[in-house]
């Protein structure tokens, strides 16, 4: 498989792609690329937008949306991706339209897969550790299980100086290992997953002030780990569901 998975699409003061645009480029190698919109509303805007940030390198964008057989479409795709917005709306419309295992069959098959945000969390085995808000029920919240642990894009660190007492990210993870046994990816904004041939490495720069790298692993009975480089560990995960601790 290969796979290129954003924390983000939009760096703060910077164009939509801008801060991972020489890294897209490499890794879409001149294809032409399918655009998964069903994150956001409204799906021609969007390709629009994606269309547009990629025409100077002479990208052809195709939204999904598009197509009257959106499953054949996926079957003739030359690369994939799959962009940000509501996590429980993309999976649910991906359930609906039957395009879940068609879309994860032809990924492990060589079809190059990015996403970003939305589109990064659909890429792990199930979307239980988004931060969005549940607007739509999808029929499950199994999804493409591309890799075998679990992934929070837009990691946000506490900020001491804060005077909010809800739950941090940090805090929300915590819960979800008390009840899972399972690894969680923290990628902090500007920051991706690349992953090719059983080789796993995170790129990009974490933008945040307070920041001490790019990414943070979670994982049941270990403190929080700093990662940056090398993370190809992670693949070999086996994961356990449903046990509490």
Do not use: C
């Not at 954003?6 to 801060?19: K, R, V």
């Not at 890429?123 to 992934?151: C, H």
């Not at 008390?178 to 902090?188: T, Y």
Request: proline residues 7%.
């Amino acid at each position: 498989m290969r796979l290129l998975l954003l924390s983000n699409s939009t760096n703060h003061s910077a164009g939509y792609l801008e801060h991972a645009l020489e890294t897209v480029l490499t890794f879409l190698d001149g294809a032409a690329l399918t655009f998964v919109p069903y994150a956001l509303a409204d799906h021609d805007a969007y390709t629009a937008k994606v269309a547009a940030a990629l025409a100077p390198s002479g990208t052809r964008v195709t939204g999904l949306h598009e197509a009257a057989d959106p499953r054949a479409e996926i079957e003739r795709a030359e690369a994939v991706f799959v962009g940000g917005g509501n996590t429980f709306r993309l999976l649910d419309t991906l359930q609906r339209l039957d395009l879940l295992a068609p879309l994860a069959d032809r990924v492990r098959d060589g079809l190059p897969y990015m996403g970003a945000s939305a589109g990064t969390n659909i890429a792990g085995l199930t979307i239980r550790t988004t931060n969005d808000m549940p607007i739509a029920q999808p029929a499950s919240f199994e999804a493409l299980g591309l890799v075998p642990f679990q992934l929070n894009p837009h990691f946000l660190d506490a900020d001491p100086t804060s005077t909010h007492r809800g739950e941090t990210r940090e805090q929300r993870l915590a819960e979800f290992l008390e009840v899972n046994d399972v690894p969680v990816l923290g990628l902090r904004e500007g920051t991706w997953l690349a992953a090719q041939d059983g080789a796993a490495r995170i790129g990009g720069s974490a933008v945040g002030a307070g920041a001490p790298g790019p990414a943070v692993v979670f994982a049941r009975g270990a403190a929080p780990r700093e990662v940056s480089g090398d993370v190809s560990e992670l693949l070999g995960t086996t994961p356990r569901f449903d046990v509490p601790a």
